[in-house]
């Protein structure tokens, strides 16, 4: 099985003062051509300085792997060529994951002034994400090394990257997402957090929908531009 294409694109340039934070609610047409707009904003912040919160939807469906993954040991290929699932990767670290309509995704890139360390930038993403949380009436906490949980049960995964004088960092929040697929077509990873187990993907991750919060798509973005505004 072959990666997807790729597709470099460029971004929206809205006129910030110098230093401010820009919230942007922007999404591309695929899965990859959005983190070719996370990887352009992150060489744009190493060059301007501008830093950038975007936020972006899932489309389609395709497996994501992290930059040192091997897609034969993270992907169940016959179950992927069956559901018709394929996979591309990405420049930060991290573990695979299924991006699909259902994920939720964020992404902060800024220049990096050689003082970030790699705990306090994932500690930043967990807190955007469980701050986000709160204000949708989900109390969740930093799980592991990158994790957000309630409870034991993961819905949040973080990544970053420090290249071209710049940080990206990004994450996913799972909102409605099919888990039996992802437990089809992922392996269980080489490693885990201590909190997983050893559970199946089908019992370690959870969603919005399986915790019944209904929010719509605006509420879920308007939660995270205000949980960014005290994180960055």
């Given at each position: 099985?072959?990666?997807?294409?790729?597709?470099?694109?460029?971004?929206?340039?809205?006129?910030?003062l110098p230093g401010e934070l820009e919230i942007i609610r922007w999404s591309e047409p695929t899965v990859?051509?959005?983190?070719a707009v996370d990887e352009t904003l992150a060489r744009e912040a190493g060059e301007t300085g501008r830093?950038?919160?975007?936020?972006?939807?899932?489309?389609?469906?395709?497996?994501?792997?992290?930059?040192?993954?091997?897609?034969?040991?993270?992907?169940?290929?016959?179950?992927?060529?069956?559901?018709?699932?394929?996979?591309?990767?990405?420049?930060?670290?991290?573990?695979?994951?299924?991006?699909?309509?259902?994920?939720?995704?964020?992404?902060?890139?800024?220049?990096?002034?050689?003082?970030?360390?790699?705990?306090?930038?994932?500690?930043?993403?967990?807190?955007?994400?469980?701050?986000?949380?709160?204000?949708?009436?989900?109390?969740?906490q930093m799980r592991g090394t990158s994790d957000v949980a309630v409870g034991d049960r993961k819905i949040?995964?973080?990544?970053?990257?420090?290249?071209?004088?710049?940080?990206?960092?990004?994450?996913?929040?799972?909102?409605?997402?099919?888990?039996?697929?992802?437990?089809?077509?992922?392996?269980?990873?080489?490693?885990?957090?201590?909190?997983?187990?050893?559970?199946?993907?089908?019992?370690?991750?959870?969603?919005?929908?399986?915790?019944?919060?209904?929010?719509?798509?605006?509420?879920?973005?308007?939660?995270?531009?205000?949980?960014?505004?005290?994180?960055?």
């Amino acid at each position: 099985m072959q990666p997807t294409d790729s597709h470099a694109v460029t971004s929206p340039r809205p006129s910030p003062l110098p230093g401010e934070l820009e919230i942007i609610r922007w999404s591309e047409p695929t899965v990859e051509m959005n983190l070719a707009v996370d990887e352009t904003l992150a060489r744009e912040a190493g060059e301007t300085g501008r830093r950038v919160l975007r936020l972006w939807w899932g489309s389609g469906t395709v497996a994501v792997l992290g930059a040192g993954d091997k897609p034969e040991q993270v992907l169940n290929f016959d179950e992927c060529a069956k559901r018709g699932v394929g996979w591309i990767k990405r420049v930060t670290g991290g573990g695979t994951v299924l991006q699909t309509p259902g994920v939720f995704n964020y992404s902060y890139t800024a220049p990096d002034p050689h003082r970030f360390d790699l705990e306090r930038v994932f500690e930043q993403g967990a807190r955007l994400v469980v701050d986000a949380l709160d204000r949708l009436g989900v109390s969740a906490q930093m799980r592991g090394t990158s994790d957000v949980a309630v409870g034991d049960r993961k819905i949040s995964g973080n990544a970053q990257a420090r290249k071209w004088k710049a940080v990206l960092l990004h994450g996913t929040l799972l909102v409605d997402v099919d888990i039996e697929l992802m437990q089809a077509v992922l392996q269980h990873p080489l490693k885990e957090p201590d909190y997983r187990r050893g559970r199946p993907h089908s019992e370690f991750v959870t969603t919005l929908g399986e915790l019944c919060i209904c929010a719509t798509r605006a509420e879920i973005e308007a939660a995270f531009a205000g949980a960014a505004r005290d994180v960055f």
